[in-house]
């Protein structure tokens, strides 16, 4: 993995996104902007599972109401990501932080597509449905599963500094 | 108004040794600096959204603010500013 990050670093892809130095800071700015949508995406539905926000409405409208806004987000975000990594493939494959991020972001994108299955299949049900505490848990364990990917992405500049001898490099 | 004083004590606190000093401090307190304004402003825009009226104005504006500008609000008073 190493050999190919080090390939792709002198690839003219890559010395083009080395060179243009307010590339890095613009696609940064937009990743964390994008991030932030689809974060706070899944924090409403995952807040609307455990009856904070929008109790009144059933959770399939809320999961329409938001999911375009996640999917989209979350396009833009790995677009811009992939612009990032071949900007600084050595120092993204070295990191922990980052293979941690991706692995997480798997299982969330994983679970977003089923969630939304079960959704759409699912008849409509009460506004006022309460959840069992599995499902509960579950929203739980989304929140949290999306704050470490926002950890771990910033985590990826620190890497040596959080991990110490599990970094990779 | 000179703040320098003010500056020079915050430099020489304990907190900033330890932030100076310590590996792990900053980047830490960075990334959950990242966790808190990412949700201050994903609520922020949440809002604001309702009030320009995407995509819809069928939910009550001040039922939204009241649901979500206390996690804003949560999250700005967890969101301690990096030493560096």
Known sequence: MHAFAEWLGS??????????LWLTPLLQTIHITMIG???VSMLMVALRVLGQVRADEPLAEVWHRFAPWFWTALGVMLGTGLILTIGEPVRQASALSFWLKMSMILIGVTSALYFGRTVAAAASPAASSVYSSRARVVAIATIVLWLVIIFLGRSIAYDVEIWESWHLA | MDLTPLVEAAQNSALS?????????????????????????????????????YPNVKRSFLKMHHELLRWTWGRSASRPSPAC
Do not use: Y
């Open chain 2, 17 to 53: 040794e330890w932030m100076r000093t310590s590996l792990k401090a900053v980047a830490i307190i960075n990334a959950l600096h990242i966790m808190s304004i990412v949700t201050v402003f994903g609520t922020i825009f949440i809002v604001d959204l309702r009030l320009i009226g």
């Open chain 1, 11 to 20: 690839t003219p892809l890559s010395i083009a996104i080395q060179s243009r």
């Open chain 1, 37 to 39: 949508i689809v974060f």
